[in-house]
């Protein structure tokens, strides 16, 4: 029989109005927070002091964009749904919503790495083979960005068939039909189905430099580091290839 509710409209009030003060609250404690790391913090702190304004910064535009651009309204528990933003209400694909989604929560993503790998840094003593110079320590903040934004990239071209989506509600969910007549659906069970495997490629492929910055010999640091299952590697590229069906609705034309 598949899943069969609809969506009260007074739902759709309260999720626009909510993401909306979300957005304004988040605007709010943004502009006095910038402003105490910018100018009152401690001169000795100057480096955390950026990297605290790059993680506010990253964390506001996600608020935006999810209280004021894009307002998902998810339909748990089907993998989708469909959003009342300013981007949707603009007749933008839904497709260019996702994207930014996608880098702006990637991009908070990386910025709190960096502030843990600041940390840890500043606790470590200068005798451990773990502490990294200033330029490593800058590199490696470039490749944690670099990785992060990996998945941006994957989610530019999955733009995929668009009635695939249609065609798994009617075989899975033929009730919940009445989505398709919203001007901006999705669905993202392939989506879900790939987030195992990104996690996975991540993993593999931060690992070979682990260590890397900090070896007196570097060349045979990076060779161990690289000494990794390339069969396991390749299962999960084929698992992903496989899976990442992700499928969007832009405009249903009756």
Not at 113 to 125: G, S
Not at 198 to 208: A, D, H, I, K
Request: glycine content about 6%; some cysteine.
């Amino acid at each position: 029989m598949g899943l069969n509710f609809t969506v009260n409209s007074s739902y759709e009030s309260f999720m626009f109005n909510y993401m909306h003060v979300v957005a304004v609250l988040s605007l709010l404690i943004a502009g006095p927070t910038l402003y105490l790391l910018y100018f009152k913090t401690n001169r000795n702190s100057q480096r955390y002091k950026m990297l605290l304004i790059n993680l506010v910064i990253w964390t506001t535009l996600m608020d935006v964009h999810f209280g004021v651009l894009f307002i998902p309204l998810p339909l748990f528990p089907l993998v989708g749904g469909y959003c009342v933003g300013v981007l949707c209400a603009a007749g933008l694909p839904m497709h260019f919503s996702l994207v930014i989604m996608s880098f702006v929560v990637n991009g908070v993503c990386g910025a709190i790495t960096i502030c843990f790998i600041f940390r840890h840094q500043a606790v470590l003593p200068y005798t451990s083979k773990m502490k990294l110079s200033d330029q490593n320590f800058n590199i490696l903040c470039i490749a944690s960005y670099i990785l992060m934004m990996t998945p941006v990239a994957v989610m530019i071209t999955a733009y995929g068939d668009t009635q695939s989506g249609e065609a798994y509600l009617r075989e899975s969910h033929p009730a919940m039909l009445w989505v398709i007549t919203k001007p901006n659906w999705f669905n993202l069970l392939g989506l879900i189905l790939a987030v195992p495997s990104e996690l996975g490629l991540f993993l593999l492929r931060t690992s070979p430099f682990v260590g890397a910055f900090n070896s007196s010999n570097f060349d045979n640091t990076i060779v161990q580091g690289l000494n990794f299952d390339l069969a396991s590697y390749q299962e999960i590229e084929e698992f992903n290839d496989k899976h990442y069906n992700l499928c969007f609705r832009d405009e249903l034309t009756l």
